[in-house]
């Protein structure tokens, strides 16, 4: 059975004193079976930690830089992020393929190292407008999927979270249908059992994101495929992110 995630992506939101406003007006009612986490920026991460170290609730990081230490000026490794207690490390979001020219080999090292650091990745993929218009999104996915697994056991893969994240439903208000997003979200785990094997299959967790609230977060949850959601916008606010956590 796989454990639902419901993931806030602040991404280039909210000082600490603002992140501190946030944490304390936060309250929740633990529910089994459902995770919630936080994955603010950089800045926050030890806020997060103070304030949410003795709940359920898990914090992560946006991004990471594939090697463990060195010369990489103004980058923050593997190691840094679980010293501070992250759980899982978004990789490969389309925000920094995008503007920051990130490819998929280079998302798949960061993958990889975030697992050999004991946590979990949230592998990001998603098509353009365009991609989506040429019937390109199966290959633009399956080769981003493809690449991030190609160095990792099928052990490995199991743990692996993939998010889904239509770049065009991005901060758009306008989200995929539940119908469509599970229909690529079926097309992810076949293209993971054919890398990886059932198991690896079966266990993968599979969120949607893309413009999600609380008026639209149940019909994401009912789909067969879909675990979870990585929200933007929507976790900025305590009383929208209690909402979603409440209905999920
Ligand atoms: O990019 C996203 C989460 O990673 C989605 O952002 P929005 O929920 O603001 O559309």
């Given at each position: 059975?796989?454990?639902?995630?419901?993931?806030?992506?602040?991404?280039?939101?909210?000082?600490?004193?603002?992140?501190?406003?946030?944490?304390?007006?936060?309250?929740?009612?633990?529910?089994?079976?459902?995770?919630?986490?936080?994955?603010?920026?950089?800045?926050?991460?030890?806020?997060?930690?103070?304030?949410?170290?003795?709940?359920?609730?898990?914090?992560?990081?946006?991004?990471?830089?594939?090697?463990?230490?060195?010369?990489?000026?103004?980058?923050?490794?593997?190691?840094?992020?679980?010293?501070?207690?992250?759980?899982?490390?978004?990789?490969?979001?389309?925000?920094?393929?995008?503007?920051?020219?990130?490819?998929?080999?280079?998302?798949?090292?960061?993958?990889k190292a975030v697992l050999e650091n004991?946590?979990?990745?949230i592998l990001c993929v998603g098509e353009?407008?365009?991609?989506?218009?040429?019937?390109?999104?199966?290959?633009?996915?399956?080769?981003?999927?493809?690449?991030?697994?190609?160095?990792?056991?099928?052990?490995?893969?199991?743990?692996?979270?993939?998010?889904?994240?239509?770049?065009?439903?991005?901060?758009?208000?306008?989200?995929?249908?539940?119908?469509?997003?599970?229909?690529?979200?079926?097309?992810?785990?076949?293209?993971?059992?054919?890398?990886?094997?059932?198991?690896?299959?079966?266990?993968?967790?599979?969120?949607?994101?893309?413009?999600?609230?609380?008026?639209?977060?149940?019909?994401?949850?009912?789909?067969?495929?879909?675990?979870?959601?990585?929200?933007?916008?929507?976790?900025?606010?305590?009383?929208?992110?209690?909402?979603?956590?409440?209905?999920?």
């Open positions: 059975m796989r454990k639902t995630l419901i993931a806030g992506n602040w991404k280039m939101n909210l000082t600490v004193t603002e992140a501190e406003k946030f944490f304390k007006a936060f309250k929740i009612q633990k529910k089994e079976g459902t995770e919630l986490l936080f994955c603010p920026p950089f800045t926050d991460i030890p806020i997060a930690r103070f304030f949410l170290d003795r709940s359920s609730i898990r914090w992560g990081a946006q991004n990471v830089y594939p090697e463990e230490k060195g010369a990489f000026t103004g980058e923050i490794s593997a190691p840094m992020l679980k010293d501070l207690g992250c759980s899982y490390v978004i990789c490969g979001h389309s925000e920094r393929r995008q503007i920051l020219g990130e490819s998929d080999e280079f998302v798949a090292r960061k993958v004991d946590m979990i990745p353009t407008e365009e991609e989506r218009k040429e019937g390109q999104t199966e290959e633009r996915i399956g080769s981003e999927i493809r690449t991030a697994l190609f160095a990792l056991s099928k052990e490995e893969t199991a743990k692996m979270v993939i998010a889904y994240e239509p770049i065009w439903a991005i901060g758009s208000g306008q989200a995929a249908t539940p119908k469509d997003a599970e229909e690529i979200a079926s097309f992810i785990r076949k293209t993971v059992k054919e890398a990886a094997g059932k198991k690896a299959a079966d266990e993968v967790r599979i969120l949607y994101g893309g413009s999600v609230n609380g008026d639209n977060i149940s019909h994401f949850l009912k789909q067969k495929n879909i675990d979870g959601a990585l929200i933007g916008g929507a976790s900025l606010k305590p009383d929208t992110m209690i909402d979603i956590y409440n209905k999920a």
